[in-house]
């Protein structure tokens, strides 16, 4: 009996404490989704088309943006509909699956983040022997390893969490099917689910955590002992941009996790969920072009092309 679920359906809270508000959220919410749309793609889109950006840095970075789209389409389009609709029920299995993939992505971006901390670390610490340890095949391995370690992470939490009884109530106070909202409406004892979400935490934030910063340690005993200060501008200029996606994405997510249920009040919590899931990807995009040189020198060659002046007399003719 203590298996047996009651409820068959959610109710994604959200923002409907701002009901004044729901046309405006929907409308500044789909800008920062087509944003993010726009902008990882055409991410992916130069990084994979220009000659000059097909090095491991612009590998990871189209893995990242990808992460990015990805994560951004499991949350936004729910949100949108329900800033519009009065229902805002989402299904029993709707929202396993959403928590599911949630946690798949999620994973998988902590990874890619510290695989390009590590490219970086290579790049800078040993760049005479930077091409053979970041070989095509090896990239591929880590890229692939970033996305697959997701898929265990996932599996377990959702399992675990959607295994346990839901007796009511079954409203949930956050705008997606995360797993601290959703451990409030179990009624049973959750210690396992919770000491497991711990552990998954340190496994999935603070492991790859701490590996971005050995590496950036290193990174920064390399840059002072240049002699050069042209090359220790050079160094900083391509670790920047990573640096401050690193921040935001760990600093958010990592008060999102490792927080005292009273620590925070569930709207506090909605601001830092939406940090992560929501500002966070739309941001990536923007800092890596307009930060990076190469890339916007990339979008003129390519924008160059498309609008030649050997076209513009071609369509004179």
């Given amino acids: 009996e203590g298996n047996q679920s009651l409820v068959t359906e959610f109710i994604l809270l959200g923002f409907s404490n701002l009901y004044e ?4 959220l929907f409308m500044i919410f789909l800008v920062v989704y087509l944003i993010t749309l726009i902008g990882g793609s055409l991410l992916v889109l130069v990084s994979t088309v220009d000659p000059a950006l097909q090095t491991p840095m612009y590998f990871f970075l189209r893995n990242l943006s990808l992460m990015d789209i990805g994560y951004t389409t499991v949350i936004i389009p729910k949100m949108l509909t329900n800033f519009l609709s009065k229902d805002k029920s989402i299904s029993f299995a709707g929202c396993a699956a959403q928590m ?14 510290t695989t390009m901390a590590y490219d970086r670390h290579a790049a800078i610490c040993d760049p005479l022997h930077y091409s053979l340890i970041m070989n095509r095949r090896f990239c591929l391995q880590l890229a692939l390893a970033s996305w697959v370690s997701g898929i265990p992470v996932a599996t377990i939490q959702t399992a675990m969490m959607f295994s ?35 552990a998954m935490t340190v496994i999935v934030l603070m492991l790859p955590f701490g590996v971005i910063v050995v590496s950036y340690v290193r990174i920064l005993v390399t840059i002072l002992k240049m002699s050069s200060a042209a090359g ?15 921040s935001l994405f760990f600093g958010s997510a990592g008060s999102t996790y490792f927080q005292v249920k009273a620590s925070y009040s569930p709207e506090t919590k909605k601001l830092f969920s939406l940090s992560y899931s929501v500002f966070i990807p739309m941001l990536n995009p923007l800092i890596y072009s307009l930060r990076n040189q190469e890339v916007k020198g990339a979008l003129k060659r390519i924008l160059g092309k498309k609008i030649s002046p050997q076209d513009l007399r071609g369509s004179d003719v």
């Fill in 21 to 24: 508000f729901q046309v405006i």
């Fill in 100 to 113: 599911y993939f949630a946690f798949f992505v999620g994973s998988a971006e902590c990874w890619i983040l």
């Fill in 164 to 198: 346990l009884p839901f007796c009511g109530p079954n409203v949930i106070n956050h705008f997606f099917c995360d797993s601290p909202p959703l451990l409030d409406l179990v009624c049973t004892d959750t210690l396992a689910l919770e000491i497991y979400s711990v």
């Fill in 232 to 246: 220790r501008r050079k160094a900083f200029s391509t670790c920047s941009s990573h640096l401050i996606v690193v």
